[in-house]
């Protein structure tokens, strides 16, 4: 009986070094998903943000096409619509507007949205941006794009995700 209780008692102190052994032998932990809806963008692509104010914001960057079609209109009404959702975080976000052309259009189509800021003098940005498949970026109040979220994106998903980046920022 004492052999018994003495095997019971190593085996309790060795079986997770013996399962963390076999996790990592067999990359077992490399199947797990993240749980961003975004996709993490792998170059760093830095903006300035036109400060309003003294404070730092979080920034909610939309990259317009020459043409606005119906979804990129739908697009600028549900970010507005998200940042509201966020309640009393919504004065840690800034709303941006990134576009190649200075058409009236578009700043007529701008005034519906007063709290927007529309990035100004960034070619060089918006060349880059838009050689990506991502139409939507999050980033955080130095300037660096974090995620970036195709144009077809989930509201709820964005809205979550930076629901968490909020929850752990200190800004």
């Not at 840690?92 to 259009?105: D, F, G, M, T």
Request: include cysteine; charge should be positive; glycine fraction near 6%.
């Amino acid at each position: 009986m004492g052999k018994i209780k003495f095997l019971l008692i190593v085996s309790v102190f060795l079986a997770p070094f013996i399962f963390a052994q076999y996790f990592s032998m067999n990359n077992a932990t490399d199947t797990r998903g993240t749980t961003n809806h975004g996709v993490f963008l792998s170059e760093e692509i830095n903006i300035t943000p036109q400060k309003l104010s003294e404070d730092e914001h979080w920034i909610i960057l939309q990259v317009m096409p020459t043409i606005c079609d119906k979804k990129c209109q739908e697009n600028t009404h549900m970010l507005r619509q998200i940042n509201t959702a966020l309640g009393k975080d919504m004065g840690r976000v800034a709303r941006y507007i990134l576009h190649q052309e200075n058409s009236p259009e578009i700043y007529n189509y701008l005034n519906n949205y007063p709290k927007v800021i529309v990035l100004e003098n960034s070619e060089s940005l918006y060349n880059k941006l838009t050689k990506m498949e991502e139409g939507i970026f999050i980033a955080d109040p130095f300037g660096k794009i974090i995620l970036g979220y195709k144009q077809d994106f989930v509201a709820k998903g964005f809205l979550k995700d930076l629901k968490k980046l909020l929850k752990y920022s200190k800004i």
